[in-house]
């Protein structure tokens, strides 16, 4: 095995004195933490430098969808290194670049025509939006300009991504730099409160009002379906996306589809919103799409939005980025739904997401876990003392945290969304891993908490 270079000390000396951290309160990250110094990494496991191993519970920020390093994916793109690592994709074209569109609608289904390749989740919506804005000014309705999203939402960090997120903590700094949206009620509940199954349809009522009033000003409604991942792991029923679905087509707006986290077959499909056997006129995609490997995404969009560019100059979308389609990051994310199509592994995943909610429901035992609950591999629970039902993230809660360090000391390592602990697993994971997990958790709650 190769060492690294540098000592674990010499690498955290360096860490501490140049790099900032995302998302991360820094005073208090160079004063207490001791971050995990990863060297390697392979399927679930990310290895310190100095030997510890760790289960990456949460897919390394929810990208790691066949798991670290898988060989299939490293040979793809060993092999596209040999002989084109990049060049602009304007007036250019390349294999990688056209196989995986095609492959990638395939997928996708007979609802998408298009791909716009970028770099992450937040570009992919940026772009999902500003196609979706000018969509409305080549059809001759430069009225309808304004976006719809849900409270709670989470759509990234660019300006126009973070404008239609509601992730106070992250942007209420940004004040008036970010423009107005209409906001919906999640269909998950009222803040604050654990709802009943039927919540989604008052939420529905309330959206249908607002939106039927001001259609005219509706470009387009944008949403994470089936689960707000950064609202906290927030879920609605299908339901709820199927009636959205038909109240766009009543008053003329797009149907934007986030689909950066829940996307990838996570849900137990390849869409999540096609488990509401609807289809979105734009579906945006990162984290699973590379496998983790590189930064790629693209945004896939119906027949009748492509159309609407087909003009000259000024009906064209000027938007791109330098590495806009990478034939690296292409060759491997093709190479995924490679591996997705061979391995059946969307058919496969049902024992182990089953192995997951039961695992999680038995956790719900314990007197501080509240709301267990999941879809497909994506599980997650709330945690407050007894009788308490905080049903959103308080990022400023250190709940999670304290179990969080209990799993880190037993060789899992899970970030917490405040109060909420999650676990986001790769679809090969087996039943047994799942397990493992769950008894680790088992005992780490019993350390933060107390017993059972
Ligand atoms: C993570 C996320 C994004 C942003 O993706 P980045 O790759 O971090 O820019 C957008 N939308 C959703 C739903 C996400 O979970």
Redesign the pocket.
């Known amino acids: 095995m190769k060492k690294s270079m540098l000592s674990r000390d010499e690498i955290l000396k360096l860490d501490k004195k140049y790099v900032w951290h995302p998302y991360t309160p820094m005073k208090r990250y160079l004063e207490e933490t001791d971050p995990i110094v990863a060297h390697r990494a392979e399927g679930l496991y990310i290895y310190d430098v100095d030997g510890t191993r760790y289960f990456d519970a949460n897919g390394s920020?929810?990208v790691s969808i066949l798991g670290h390093n898988h060989p299939r994916l490293m040979e793809a793109l060993r092999r596209q290194s040999e002989t084109l690592a990049h060049c602009s994709l304007a007036n250019v074209t390349h294999e990688p670049a056209a196989v995986l569109a095609e492959k990638l609608i395939e997928f996708c289904g007979p609802g998408f025509s298009r791909v716009f390749y970028s770099d992450?989740?937040?570009?992919a919506?940026e772009v999902a939006l500003r196609m979706a804005y000018q969509y409305w000014q080549l059809r001759g309705r430069p009225e309808k300009n304004r976006f719809v999203a849900l409270s709670g939402a989470?759509?990234?960090?660019t300006l126009a991504?973070a404008s239609v997120s509601a992730t106070q903590v992250f942007h209420k700094v940004l004040g008036p730099l970010l423009f107005d949206c209409i906001r919906l009620p999640s269909p998950a509940g009222p803040a604050g409160e654990q709802a009943d199954d039927g919540w989604y349809e008052q939420a529905f009522a309330a959206a249908e009002k607002v939106l039927t009033e001001r259609k005219g000003e509706v470009a387009g409604i944008i949403l994470?379906p089936l689960v707000q991942?950064?609202a906290g792991m927030l879920m609605h029923p299908p339901e709820y996306l199927a009636k959205l679905r038909r109240l766009c087509d009543e008053i003329d707006a797009l149907f934007i589809a986030?689909e950066?986290?829940?996307g990838y077959g996570r849900t137990g499909r390849f869409l999540a919103h096609s488990h509401a056997g609807i289809s979105a006129d734009i579906v945006?995609l990162?984290?699973g799409f590379s496998g983790g490997v590189l930064p790629m995404?693209a945004t896939v969009t119906s027949q009748r939005v492509f159309e609407a560019f087909l003009g000259g100059p000024s009906q064209t979308l000027w938007y791109g980025h330098s590495f806009t389609g990478n034939p690296l990051g292409a060759a491997v994310a093709l190479e995924v739904l490679r591996v997705f199509e061979e391995q059946n592994l969307i058919g496969n995943m049902k024992e182990a997401a089953w192995a997951l909610e039961t695992g999680l429901d038995s956790l719900g035992r314990h007197p501080f876990v509240h709301n267990p609950r999941h879809h497909g591999l994506i599980g997650a629970f709330n945690l407050a003392p007894p009788g308490g039902k905080n049903r959103d993230a308080d990022y400023l809660s250190d709940a999670g945290w304290r179990l969080s360090d209990e799993l880190k000391k037993r060789g899992v390592f899970a970030r917490p969304l405040g109060n909420v602990m999650y676990f986001v697993l790769p679809l090969n994971v087996r039943v047994c891993e799942i397990d493992e997990l769950i008894g680790i958790c088992e005992e780490s709650l019993e350390s933060a908490f107390g017993a059972m």
């Open positions: 920020w929810w992450d989740g937040s570009t919506v989470f759509h990234g960090e991504a994470e991942g950064a986030d950066v986290f829940v945006c990162a984290k995404a």
